[in-house]
């Protein structure tokens, strides 16, 4: 079973940066895409990013070109930079490790207890 933990949220102004990360342990970190997802209060989980084993990335529309995922292999990290925030951005964030089908990055059934971000002035 894998064990997931986020940190690096917090309060931050209107077009302030972010770097939230997530620690695995108790799986073969290297062989698994990972994503971070997000929920606001009253609103469903969405995938914000996703990175797959081979490198290729996936953004959510209204993060692209403010957010970027990235992995360290050696420390077992995945990372999401967040860089212009705004306060639609402020939620949970949690990130996962699934896989990349055809594309498409599906969320294992293990979850983080989330890293509150919230974007206010």
């Known amino acids: 079973q894998v064990q997931l933990v986020e940190s690096g949220g917090g309060l931050v102004q209107p077009g302030g940066s972010l770097r939230l990360s997530c620690a695995a342990s108790?799986?073969?970190?290297?062989?698994?895409?990972m994503g971070w997802y997000r929920q606001a209060p009253g609103k469903q989980r969405e995938l914000v990013a996703a990175?797959?084993?081979?490198?290729?990335?996936t953004y959510a529309d209204s993060v692209k070109g403010r957010f970027t995922i990235s992995r360290d292999n050696a420390k077992n990290t995945v990372y999401l930079q967040m860089n212009s925030l705004k306060p639609e951005d402020t939620a949970v964030y949690y990130c996962?490790?699934?896989?990349?089908?055809?594309?498409?990055?599906?969320?294992?059934?293990?979850w983080g207890q989330g890293t509150q971000v919230t974007v206010s002035s």
């Open positions: 990175l797959s084993v081979g490198g290729s990335t």
């Open positions: 108790g799986s073969i970190f290297s062989i698994n895409s």
């Open positions: 996962s490790q699934g896989r990349t089908t055809g594309g498409t990055y599906y969320a294992g059934g293990s």
